[in-house]
């Protein structure tokens, strides 16, 4: 079945870089986009980016010029790095397919990322 | 940015009652191709979001019937009848037309 699963360090310094993994089993990385999206502590969803079945990228904005999405197809495992972390970055980190009806339809379980000094 | 505007913020409802959920869109949701990619989610206590309904309407699967989808253009609503306990959470539309792709602010489910 589709799973996705998220991991990394839970405390990160300010200005550092976090770099997550999705480590995804029951889809082919080449056929079916991962996004990631974050959730600060009691607050709404942000989408962070894609990439996108052929490799390609898109990123939001807000975060582009921090923010890099990667994969290795043959590990089946996607990778965010995002540069000069603050405060207010941090937040539960999550990955999920993007697939049916081009919704984002299956989710890892989360990853928690605090950032302080 | 597009922004969705979720309403109410917060609704109170019995046990085998009903909720509607409204999401309002500052665009138009149709995409070039004609295709309108709003999404509704929920998210219970402690878990990540599950998918309900994609593109509108279209129920994913798993997902009862007492959940539909309905509306066109920037208004859209979410129905579920006969609430149970596990229809508990914060509910979130999601549009996938516009870059970047936007959450609604939520909406919490309680009983009443």
């Known amino acids: 079945q589709v799973q996705l699963k998220e991991s990394g360090p839970g405390l990160v310094k300010p200005s550092l870089t976090l770099s997550l993994t999705c480590t995804v089993s029951g889809f082919s990385l080449s056929s079916y986009g991962v996004i990631w999206v974050r959730q600060p502590p009691g607050k709404g969803l942000e989408w962070m980016g894609v990439?996108?079945?052929?490799?390609?990228?898109n990123y939001n904005s807000a975060l582009k010029s921090r923010l890099s999405i990667s994969r290795d197809t043959s590990k089946s495992q996607v990778f965010l790095k995002m540069n000069n972390l603050q405060t207010e970055d941090t937040a539960m980190y999550f990955c999920?397919?993007?697939?049916?009806?081009?919704?984002?339809?299956?989710w890892g379980q989360g990853v928690m990322v605090t950032v302080s000094s | 940015d597009v922004v969705l505007t979720q309403t109410p913020v917060s609704l109170l409802i019995s046990l085998g009652g009903q909720a509607s959920i409204s999401c309002r869109s500052s665009?138009?949701?149709?995409?070039?191709?004609?295709?309108?990619?709003l999404h509704w989610y929920l998210q219970k206590p402690g878990q990540s979001p599950q998918l309900l309904i994609y593109q509108v309407s279209n129920r994913f699967s798993g997902i009862p019937d007492r959940f539909s989808g309905s509306g066109s253009g920037t208004d859209f609503t979410l129905k579920i009848s006969r609430v149970e306990p596990e229809d508990l959470g914060v509910y979130y539309c999601?549009?996938?037309?516009?870059?970047?792709?936007?959450f609604g602010g939520g909406t919490k489910l309680e009983l009443k």
């Open positions: 999920a397919r993007l697939g049916q009806g081009a919704a984002f339809d299956y």
């Open positions: 665009q138009s949701l149709v995409h070039s191709n004609g295709n309108t990619y």
């Open positions: 990439i996108w079945g052929n490799g390609n990228t």
């Open positions: 999601l549009q996938r037309t516009h870059n970047p792709w936007t």
